[in-house]
């Protein structure tokens, strides 16, 4: 939120394809694909634009731990439905990165875009996995059974709505590209 004196939040206007529609630093996961988390912070202090729910920006305003650091650098409205929601960018850190450990400092209460990243549930129902993580081709292979768990998890807790069309199409995907069976997981049941 800005402080007494300083402009108000600027407003951008960005048709909803185009905040969905994947860049050039998302791959389609595959089968033997390899990753574990290094630790290593470069995800926190690379340029990026976090973006947030008004669930979470509630909970940041309202949580002491959050609120201390946590500003709003933009609202984002799509014209065409009208919604929107908040962000704020990270050039060079993020300000709950703590840089002498590399670790978040707020990692159970992170927000959406970063309990989700290095992945992605695309609106086409497919995973997709950020090529600027260096945890890529090291670990164990990624399951993507676990990893559609885990993000809708996460969107539940951000209160973001997950339509039940793309969950069942990633399981079609994750059955046809991986070969492996599961039945359609509501969040309840995580």
Wanted: proline share 9%.
């Amino acid at each position: 939120m800005p402080k007494e004196g300083e402009p108000p939040v600027k407003i951008v206007t960005i048709p909803r394809g185009e905040e969905t529609e994947p860049g050039e630093e998302w791959r389609v996961l595959a089968p033997g694909t390899r990753w574990t988390c290094l630790k290593c912070g470069e995800c926190c202090r690379r340029a990026y634009r976090v973006n947030i729910t008004w669930v979470e920006f509630r909970r940041a305003t309202e949580d002491p731990e959050i609120r201390e650091k946590f500003r709003v650098d933009g609202v984002i409205v799509d014209p065409s439905t009208g919604l929107s929601h908040p962000f704020f960018g990270i050039e060079g850190g993020c300000p709950y990165l703590d840089p002498k450990t590399n670790l978040c400092t707020i990692h159970p209460k992170r927000f959406y875009s970063c309990a989700a990243w290095p992945f992605l549930l695309h609106t086409d129902g497919k995973i997709y996995y950020s090529k600027e993580c260096p945890g890529f081709g090291r670990g164990p292979e990624v399951d993507p059974r676990r990893v559609l768990k885990e993000i809708l998890h996460h969107r539940e807790r951000a209160g973001m709505v997950t339509e039940r069309e793309r969950v069942e199409k990633c399981w079609k995907w994750i059955e046809e590209r991986f070969g492996l069976k599961s039945k359609y997981v509501t969040p309840d049941e995580l």
